[in-house]
């Protein structure tokens, strides 16, 4: 077994640098794919300089690939998987970070339970100074379990499962081909989650309840862009995908879409006050946010997102060491 890192840029040369340090300083040999989505501020000439500096010294990991015109943040992580030639594909965005053991952590785990198609780990977010601000929850028993193919998808629909940000998260590439690539008409705004809802429909989920990936939170982050109602519509858009895609053994306990619907909104209502968004709440609250259902599929979410996973949450969960 042999991971690509792929890593997308777009003008952000200095916290380029960072990211592919903590992809050749992994404690295990993999190969570093670095999508330039034809920036002009410098990021060409320091690859290219790069990858002659590692050819001279008889390196041939780093494999870099500049866009002709900007095509975004999809497209160039497609380009950086079809280029890529490792089993498993580790993503990882150009302002963000590896922790040196995360392949040797997953390749581990991954190896006790090769059905696996797609593997997430708990991160860290950090400030610009490198500040560690929280952590994603730990989910489930032990430092590393498997989720049955089964089970993925429903656990999705109820948030159990949440497999989290591009830097947490690798996939087989085969099945990451399977399914066509990321969606480019979502550019940014869920086309990582929409990925993972269709690389599960092939195997496995490993999670792994270790710190191997940091993710750093600042203004110019990618997703900063999209308001809440673009958000909601696109969660909207996620839940409708995962509902459609849920094993048939769930389904006489699964609730009505609708419900799902209205906790969503209900989820960025919540968000919207935090924010202190008036406008917005305004906007999107009505009586039909007195949903029982829907109030329960929102508590039910946020215990999961504070407190480790019950074994009883889902079908089955499968301790891996």
Not at 103 to 112: G, H, P, V
Not at 182 to 190: Q, R, V
Request: with cysteine.
């Amino acid at each position: 077994m042999r991971f690509s890192v792929v890593i997308t840029t777009y003008q952000r040369l200095e916290w380029l640098r960072r990211a592919i340090d903590s992809a050749l300083n992994q404690t295990i040999d993999c190969q570093v794919v670095v999508v330039d989505d034809c920036s002009q501020d410098g990021t060409d000439e320091y690859m290219r300089n790069l990858c002659t500096q590692m050819q001279q010294r008889g390196e041939s990991r780093l494999v870099y690939h500049r866009n002709s015109v900007n095509r975004g943040h999809a497209a160039s992580v497609n380009v950086g998987v079809e280029v890529s030639s490792g089993d498993w594909i580790k993503f990882l965005d150009d302002d963000d970070y590896l922790a040196p053991d995360c392949l040797e952590k997953m390749s581990d785990a991954i190896a006790r339970h090769p059905d696996a198609v797609i593997c997430s780990c708990v991160a860290a977010q950090v400030d610009p100074m490198e500040t560690e601000i929280s952590r994603t929850p730990v989910f489930g028993p032990g430092r590393a379990f498997y989720v049955p193919q089964v089970d993925i998808h429903y656990a999705m629909l109820l948030e159990l499962l949440p497999f989290g940000t591009p830097v947490q998260v690798a996939c087989r590439r085969d099945a990451f081909l399977s399914t066509g690539g990321w969606d480019s008409s979502l550019d940014t705004n869920c086309d990582d989650i929409d990925s993972w809802i269709r690389i599960a429909q092939f195997g496995d989920a490993i999670f792994i309840n270790e710190c191997l990936a940091f993710r750093t939170i600042w203004t110019g982050a990618l997703n900063a862009k999209f308001s809440l109602q673009d958000r909601l519509d696109t969660n909207i858009l996620m839940k409708k995908k995962i509902y459609q895609l849920v094993d048939g053994i769930h389904r006489p306990r699964m609730p009505s879409f609708d419900a799902v619907r209205l906790y969503l909104r209900l989820h960025w209502l919540m968000v919207a006050i935090k924010n202190r968004n008036l406008s917005y709440v305004l906007e999107i609250v009505d009586l039909s946010l007195l949903s029982l259902t829907a109030w329960r599929l929102l508590i039910t979410a946020a215990i999961a997102r504070r407190c480790r996973l019950h074994h009883n949450s889902i079908r089955k969960l499968v301790l891996i060491e």
